[in-house]
């Protein structure tokens, strides 16, 4: 793993994200400690959470549609809020975007709910 003196904090660069993608493409996205070692910036737990919340290639970054917040919704009246399943049954969100929207969406609720009291 990294040393602590070399572990970044904050966002990634540029470099970064390329590395990890060339490492990612290589080795494939199961050994993250190796990863990590390799990158030598960032722990395996920022190096998963980088990839599978944002580099993933088939992840969808549009903003999400109407009709994906009603499923959005609807599953959380069913099963709650387990992110990670919701975002299994959508076109490629990741589980951070769904419970991020979630969050927005609640707070502009209660934006509204008290404009109108």
């Not at 980088?50 to 919704?73: A, D, F």
Request: aromatic share 6%.
């Amino acid at each position: 793993m990294a040393s602590i003196e070399h572990q970044r904090r904050g966002p990634w660069s540029h470099r970064e994200d390329g590395l990890l993608m060339r490492l990612v493409a290589t080795q494939g996205a199961l050994n993250w400690v190796r990863i990590s070692q390799q990158l030598g910036t960032r722990t395996p737990k920022q190096c998963r959470e980088r990839y599978h919340q944002n580099l993933k290639p088939n992840l969808n970054h549009e903003p999400i549609s109407q009709e994906e917040g009603l499923v959005i919704e609807q599953l959380v009246r069913e099963i709650g809020k387990r992110w990670a399943e919701i975002a299994r049954r959508l076109n490629n969100r990741s589980d951070n975007a769904v419970k991020n929207w979630w969050n927005g969406n609640q707070n502009r609720r209660k934006r509204m709910d008290r404009r109108k009291t």
